[in-house]
């Protein structure tokens, strides 16, 4: 079935290939996703009668599911980058950016579309951060709520899972509705008929997604169960309900939501109840353990698809889900109940005060814990511990099968120590060092010493994210915008997202050109640096050697030029970064800079970036490019390749050795790369 599924998307895409998106029907499958006022769907595309497959559509408007459209924009293929491939694993063939709608046919809705409209127009989502969360919660919307800052606080705290619906959702609506079943004559086998049913229609309401659906299947297997005299078992009941999901649509084992939802539900079942002994032994209430090892159990389990995919570790979910769990809990209970008396009009009002009271409250928490320092690390997705750790639990319950208490607290103490003792060292002790990072056709460059640690431009995107986690950046003192070409800012916000970020240095007057998701950042200030200013990193001095005059930070030409020097115990180091600064610049500095050991080529290693006169005032013992694989600029060019190698120098480049760190040492510097 799987190679069937494999053979029918190959000649889907093909087949999409040869049309034009005008060509096309498109019909839309749930919520969006929201970015920055565009919407992106899940899409069916037909052509004609036969559905060609799924797609990713993006337009600028909002579009209800089951909505059959069509559109004039261009199709193609997803990058081959994570998000591409992550859509290309979940069945999407192809990208679809609409240029103009053409029709919109919304047709009627079917009885649980029509009511969860109803509810969401009622609810509001887009208009209060409390009110998005009533949507998630009950509506399984949590398109709103992500798009707003406090989306990301559930990402921190590690409680995002408390909004998508799945089994502990199922439970307390299934509660609810069983009270009000058992008041009624029925008999105990038409009573569970109908609680499955009612569950069934609850996550086809909520957008059966595939964690909703595997807890549905698994609560009617249960009942199922019991109906028949059987002994309930939580395992069988979850893989008959994979098998089934994989028989039915193979991609599904590509879909991060059933990933996460299976391998937590696992890892609850085998080793919750050891986790709870283990806590209990260790004096911890045992309700408290009881919270305490189904959060521990399931982010453990996870960590191979979660860090992977997000790079990020919450510290404080176990204590954020002690406490946020049990609000969200009581938010669904009671907007179960008290959201759907909204659509009367005379209760529409005060239906919602107390779900926004219990979702104000939660905000609140989500709010308090996301601000710890330290709440969430950054964590490299080749980490083996991330691969190590899932398993430990499996081989602690085989091997010691009844923990005490001494020992657990003697071994705890020595995990955090071991922990600990690679983030002081890269945060307080890191040995200075310059590195030109790997972030495709781009620039980045991390200069750190000790405890102080600046970044050289952000490149264009996420991607610096990922090089900073590489090289163990927990924070930055400092961030140099050399002039704002995107592939030198665009990773900017993402930076200010995931680290604490003290200051932005700019040149003279190119503050004014900032883009506006760099101002206004709170706790970030923003410097403008001049002709021969200097800033101090650690032992490191950064001299600022052009522009000459105040810029806008708009052109190449504008770019901040940096003379990095160390000289410290015997060592020393000087290093040339130019951002995208070329010859005609260049000349206009090099005899002051004089004599360096390394230049960080201009403008990617292009061809007016280096001549052989320029190298032989500046004798580079290397020159590093750094650039991005396959990029159509062709660079770096063999025309600054040649120049290095005649002036006898050594040249290296992101594209083959990634990222390129030198080290200051006794003798010269040096060279250690990413790959050899």
């Given at each position: 079935?799987?190679?069937?599924?494999?053979?029918?998307?190959?000649?889907?895409?093909?087949?999409?290939?040869?049309?034009?998106?005008?060509?096309?029907?498109?019909?839309?499958?749930?919520?969006?996703?929201?970015?920055?006022?565009?919407?992106?769907?899940?899409?069916?595309?037909?052509?004609?009668?036969?559905?060609?497959?799924?797609?990713?559509?993006?337009?600028?408007?909002?579009?209800?599911?089951?909505?059959?459209?069509?559109?004039?924009?261009?199709?193609?293929?997803?990058?081959?980058?994570?998000?591409?491939?992550?859509?290309?694993?979940?069945?999407?063939?192809?990208?679809?950016?609409?240029?103009?709608?053409?029709?919109?046919?919304?047709?009627?809705?079917?009885?649980?579309?029509?009511?969860?409209?109803?509810?969401?127009?009622?609810?509001?989502?887009?208009?209060?951060?409390?009110?998005?969360?009533?949507?998630?919660?009950?509506?399984?919307?949590?398109?709103?709520?992500?798009?707003?800052?406090?989306?990301?606080?559930?990402?921190?705290?590690?409680?995002?899972?408390?909004?998508?619906?799945?089994?502990?959702?199922?439970?307390?609506?299934?509660?609810?509705?069983?009270?009000?079943?058992?008041?009624?004559?029925?008999?105990?086998?038409?009573?569970?008929?109908?609680?499955?049913?009612?569950?069934?229609?609850?996550?086809?309401?909520?957008?059966?997604?595939?964690?909703?659906?595997?807890?549905?299947?698994?609560?009617?297997?249960?009942?199922?169960?019991?109906?028949?005299?059987?002994?309930?078992?939580?395992?069988?009941?979850?893989?008959?309900?994979?098998?089934?999901?994989?028989?039915?649509?193979?991609?599904?084992?590509?879909?991060?939501?059933?990933?996460?939802?299976?391998?937590?539900?696992?890892?609850?079942?085998?080793?919750?109840p050891y986790a709870t002994y283990a806590l209990c032994e260790l004096s911890v209430p045992s309700g408290v353990a009881g919270i305490l090892s189904v959060t521990m159990c399931s982010q453990l389990a996870t960590l191979p698809v979660t860090i992977?995919?997000?790079?990020?570790?919450?510290?404080?979910?176990?204590?954020?889900?002690?406490?946020?769990?049990?609000?969200?809990?009581?938010?669904?209970a009671i907007s179960v109940v008290l959201v759907p008396c909204s659509l009367v009009p005379l209760l529409r009002h005060g239906a919602l005060v107390g779900p926004m009271i219990v979702a104000r409250c939660a905000l609140f928490f989500?709010?308090?814990?996301?601000?710890?320092?330290?709440?969430?690390?950054?964590?490299?997705?080749?980490?083996?511990?991330?691969?190590?750790?899932?398993?430990?639990?499996?081989?602690?319950?085989?091997?010691?099968?009844?923990?005490?208490?001494?020992?657990?607290?003697?071994?705890?103490?020595?995990?955090?120590?071991?922990?600990?003792?690679?983030?002081?060292?890269?945060?307080?002790?890191?040995?200075?060092?310059?590195?030109?990072?790997?972030?495709?056709?781009?620039?980045?460059?991390?200069?750190?010493?000790?405890?102080?640690?600046?970044?050289?431009?952000?490149?264009?995107?996420?991607?610096?994210?990922?090089?900073?986690?590489?090289?163990?950046?927990?924070?930055?003192?400092?961030?140099?915008?050399?002039?704002?070409?995107?592939?030198?800012?665009?990773?900017?916000?993402?930076?200010?997202?995931?680290?604490?970020?003290?200051?932005?240095?700019?040149?003279?007057?190119?503050?004014?050109?900032?883009?506006?998701?760099?101002?206004?950042?709170?706790?970030?200030?923003?410097?403008?640096?001049?002709?021969?200013?200097?800033?101090?990193?650690?032992?490191?001095?950064?001299?600022?050697?052009?522009?000459?005059?105040?810029?806008?930070?708009?052109?190449?030409?504008?770019?901040?030029?940096?003379?990095?020097?160390?000289?410290?115990?015997?060592?020393?180091?000087?290093?040339?970064?130019?951002?995208?600064?070329?010859?005609?610049?260049?000349?206009?500095?090099?005899?002051?800079?004089?004599?360096?050991?390394?230049?960080?080529?201009?403008?990617?290693?292009?061809?007016?970036?280096?001549?052989?006169?320029?190298?032989?005032?500046?004798?580079?013992?290397?020159?590093?490019?750094?650039?991005?694989?396959?990029?159509?600029?062709?660079?770096?060019?063999?025309?600054?390749?040649?120049?290095?190698?005649?002036?006898?120098?050594?040249?290296?480049?992101?594209?083959?050795?990634?990222?390129?760190?030198?080290?200051?040492?006794?003798?010269?510097?040096?060279?250690?790369?990413?790959?050899?």
């Open positions: 079935m799987s190679a069937g599924w494999a053979i029918g998307a190959l000649r889907a895409s093909r087949a999409l290939d040869n049309r034009a998106a005008s060509s096309l029907e498109f019909v839309v499958c749930g919520d969006p996703s929201i970015n920055d006022g565009a919407y992106s769907y899940t899409c069916d595309a037909y052509a004609g009668e036969k559905r060609l497959g799924q797609v990713r559509l993006s337009c600028d408007r909002e579009l209800g599911a089951g909505s059959h459209v069509r559109a004039i924009g261009r199709i193609s293929r997803f990058e081959n980058d994570a998000y591409g491939r992550s859509r290309v694993l979940r069945g999407e063939l192809r990208k679809v950016k609409v240029v103009r709608l053409v029709s919109i046919d919304e047709g009627p809705p079917g009885p649980l579309s029509w009511l969860r409209n109803e509810l969401l127009a009622v609810i509001a989502p887009a208009t209060d951060p409390a009110r998005s969360l009533i949507a998630g919660v009950v509506c399984g919307r949590s398109s709103e709520l992500r798009a707003q800052p406090a989306g990301e606080w559930f990402s921190v705290t590690g409680t995002a899972h408390l909004i998508a619906v799945s089994g502990s959702h199922l439970a307390i609506v299934g509660f609810v509705i069983e009270s009000a079943l058992q008041k009624t004559r029925l008999s105990r086998g038409f009573q569970r008929g109908l609680l499955v049913l009612a569950l069934a229609a609850y996550a086809v309401f909520t957008g059966a997604s595939p964690s909703a659906v595997r807890a549905c299947c698994m609560v009617a297997a249960t009942l199922v169960a019991n109906g028949a005299g059987r002994r309930r078992h939580g395992l069988s009941a979850l893989f008959v309900t994979m098998a089934i999901f994989v028989l039915l649509r193979p991609t599904v084992l590509f879909e991060m939501g059933f990933q996460l939802s299976c391998a937590s539900v696992f890892a609850i079942l085998c080793f919750c992977p995919a997000f790079g990020t570790f919450s510290l404080i979910a176990p204590l954020a889900n002690a406490v946020i769990g049990p609000v969200i809990s009581v938010l669904l989500e709010q308090l814990f996301a601000a710890v320092p330290g709440a969430s690390v950054s964590v490299p997705p080749d980490a083996p511990l991330v691969y190590v750790v899932p398993f430990a639990l499996a081989v602690l319950l085989v091997w010691w099968p009844r923990p005490r208490a001494r020992p657990m607290a003697v071994g705890l103490l020595c995990l955090m120590l071991a922990a600990a003792v690679p983030y002081v060292y890269w945060d307080r002790c890191a040995l200075p060092s310059v590195t030109v990072l790997d972030v495709g056709q781009a620039d980045a460059i991390l200069v750190r010493q000790g405890s102080a640690v600046a970044l050289v431009d952000c490149g264009l995107d996420e991607r610096v994210v990922s090089a900073l986690v590489r090289n163990n950046v927990h924070h930055i003192d400092a961030v140099f915008v050399t002039h704002w070409d995107e592939d030198h800012w665009g990773g900017l916000p993402d930076v200010l997202d995931r680290f604490s970020v003290g200051t932005i240095a700019v040149a003279a007057d190119a503050l004014e050109g900032a883009p506006a998701e760099v101002l206004n950042r709170p706790g970030v200030t923003c410097r403008q640096v001049a002709l021969g200013d200097t800033v101090d990193i650690g032992a490191f001095r950064a001299r600022v050697m052009w522009p000459f005059d105040t810029v806008d930070g708009e052109g190449n030409e504008d770019s901040l030029v940096l003379l990095l020097s160390y000289a410290r115990e015997g060592k020393s180091l000087r290093m040339l970064l130019t951002g995208d600064a070329e010859l005609d610049q260049e000349r206009e500095f090099v005899q002051e800079v004089g004599d360096i050991d390394v230049l960080k080529l201009g403008h990617h290693g292009s061809k007016v970036s280096v001549d052989t006169e320029l190298l032989e005032t500046l004798k580079p013992e290397l020159s590093i490019a750094s650039a991005g694989e396959g990029n159509r600029y062709g660079h770096p060019s063999d025309a600054c390749i040649d120049a290095v190698r005649d002036a006898g120098g050594a040249f290296a480049c992101t594209i083959e050795q990634g990222d390129i760190t030198v080290s200051p040492t006794a003798t010269g510097f040096a060279m250690r790369c990413q790959r050899p």
